[in-house]
């Protein structure tokens, strides 16, 4: 089985809390089927459960309480204080244990460490450090670490030994174990020890549908502290129509863009400056529609931005389809929309069709009970792109996995929606891969229009939608710490 990342580990246990199994629910089933392992290899003795401050260390605390009620001996060490233990599910767990009676040794530093501890029991639980572990381990999980090697009972780590950093696989000291029991899925850098998975209940909802998580590790302004590290759009687009290019460019200062710029014609230039001093418009050659003259300037302000979106209300001039022809090429991260979505066209980076749209490049007519997510994977990879198809639910894949948006409502069913989603995925896309971009995008979309649906019933438009992002993104962008 393919190790997980902490990072999608992360999201996938950030997703199953949204979908309703709770990180508390998780926990105690880690803690139960550790349990049951412990109880299945090793008859009634006596337990040390050494506990860290983490929630690796709210697993010992079920583990502890659980062999407690299977008649094991067990004593707990906790390498830190009851207070430094991180609240939710594992200072409930280490409270739990202590009102039960069971022995809760809190061991700030390496001399409160109790070694007689150490040579009096038959079975270690390592319970100190998991995934959220990484680089040296500090004090006085270290010193712990070094009394379980040297203890001469058996050794039993939960989620990954500790001190092996997961990101990496890397260990410079780590627990020695007889066996590993890792929860869901083995974590980088286990291949060398007995394993053994098991399942911890996170729903199937959590792996195929989009939630919260898709938003964990996603870059934003913030991470990146020079001037226009926040990601820079182009927004190739307007002719015929002015709305739609205004809309993604709009929504991508509210999805955390830092510099958007928009590229049109003439005319349409000068009205959609007229929408927004936030925009900075690049008027183009040529009156009405964009033409070939204008691929020198598009190059140049292509090599200027992080990423581009490309085609809203760029009309189907020929000329025009034959000057985005000749771009797309050009563009590094690009966002396909609308108008240049046709057969023809180099198609790479992300597209964003809408049913029609799709029908139109695949020629497949997804009934409503088609699988989308299968046809939409399949389209991915034969065309080696990210697929975001606007259907409801809308559904994003990159060709080997997909997800079903969970997010969304048929209010969002108006013109400028798909516009406000395109300056989504662009304004993520500057900085984060693809798939991840068009996963959160379609997430926050989805959440900015029940938002504005929750506000307005029916009665919403597209620029609802731009006013809610923000709101979208702060109800759901998991704090740095979790
Ligand atoms: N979040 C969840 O819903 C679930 C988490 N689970 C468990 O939670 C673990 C991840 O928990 P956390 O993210 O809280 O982190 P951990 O419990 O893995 O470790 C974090 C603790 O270790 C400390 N730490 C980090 N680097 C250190 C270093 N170099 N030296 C010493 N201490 C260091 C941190 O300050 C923190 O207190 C998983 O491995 C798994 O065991 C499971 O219960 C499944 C459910
Ligand atoms: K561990």
């Not at 280490?94 to 007689?116: H, K």
């Not at 998975?197 to 913030?222: C, F, M, Q």
């Not at 958007?260 to 009205?271: D, G, H, K, L, Q």
Request: glycine fraction near 10%.
């Amino acid at each position: 089985m393919r190790y997980v990342t902490v990072e999608e580990m992360r999201a996938l246990e950030a997703n199953s809390d949204y979908f309703g199994v709770t990180y508390g629910m998780l926990m105690e089933n880690a803690g139960r089927k550790a349990a049951e392992s412990i109880i299945a290899l090793y008859k009634k003795c006596r337990v040390l459960v050494v506990c860290g401050t983490g929630n690796n260390g709210g697993d010992g605390a079920v583990v502890a309480r659980l062999l407690v009620n299977a008649g094991y001996n067990v004593m707990v060490i906790l390498l830190g204080r009851v207070g430094q233990v991180k609240p939710g599910p594992a200072l409930v767990n280490l409270e739990i244990a202590r009102g039960m009676d069971i022995p809760v040794i809190e061991a700030a530093t390496p001399g409160q460490i109790p070694e007689e501890a150490f040579a009096e029991c038959d079975l270690i639980v390592d319970a100190i450090l998991g995934t959220g572990f990484h680089g040296i381990p500090r004090e006085p999980a270290r010193t712990a670490i070094r009394l379980i090697n040297e203890s001469k009972a058996h050794k039993v780590s939960l989620d990954l030994p500790s001190g092996l950093d997961a990101n990496t696989g890397e260990c410079v000291e780590c627990v020695c174990p007889d066996l590993v029991i890792a929860f869901h899925a083995p974590k980088k850098g286990l291949e060398r020890y007995r394993v053994e998975v098991v399942d911890i209940g996170i729903p199937e909802k959590a792996l195929t549908h989009t939630g919260p998580g898709d938003l964990i590790g996603l870059k934003t302004r913030s991470d990146f502290v020079e001037k226009g590290g926040g990601g820079r759009l182009l927004v190739i687009g307007g002719g015929p129509y002015t709305g739609a290019p205004t809309f993604t460019a709009l929504a991508a200062y509210r999805s955390g863009a830092e510099i958007v710029t928009v590229a049109a014609p003439r005319r349409a230039a000068s009205i959609i400056a007229s929408f927004s001093p936030d925009l900075i418009v690049r008027p183009l050659s040529h009156e009405d529609f964009i033409v070939r003259e204008d691929i020198p300037t598009l190059k140049k302000l292509i090599e200027r931005h992080h990423a581009v979106a490309v085609g809203m209300g760029l009309g189907r001039e020929p000329e025009t389809l034959a000057a985005v022809k000749e771009i797309l090429p050009l563009c590094e991260r690009v966002v396909i929309d609308a108008d240049a979505l046709q057969p023809d066209m180099p198609l790479h980076g992300i597209i964003t069709p809408n049913v029609h749209e799709f029908e139109r490049l695949s020629g497949e007519h997804l009934g409503p009970n088609d699988d989308a997510a299968e046809k939409v994977k399949a389209f991915s990879a034969k065309n080696g792109l990210v697929t975001l198809w606007k259907g409801s639910p809308a559904v994003v894949s990159d060709g080997n996995v997909a997800k079903v948006n969970s997010t969304g409502n048929a209010g969002m069913a108006v013109g400028g929606a798909g516009d406000v989603l395109a300056g989504i995925v662009g304004a993520f896309y500057c900085r984060n891969p693809a798939y991840k971009s068009a996963c959160a995008a379609a997430f926050i979309s989805g959440a900015a229009g029940d938002m504005a649906f929750e506000d307005k019933g029916y009665g919403m438009m597209a620029s609802d939608m731009l006013n809610m992002i923000p709101y979208a993104v702060k109800k759901y962008w998991p704090r740095k710490e979790k």
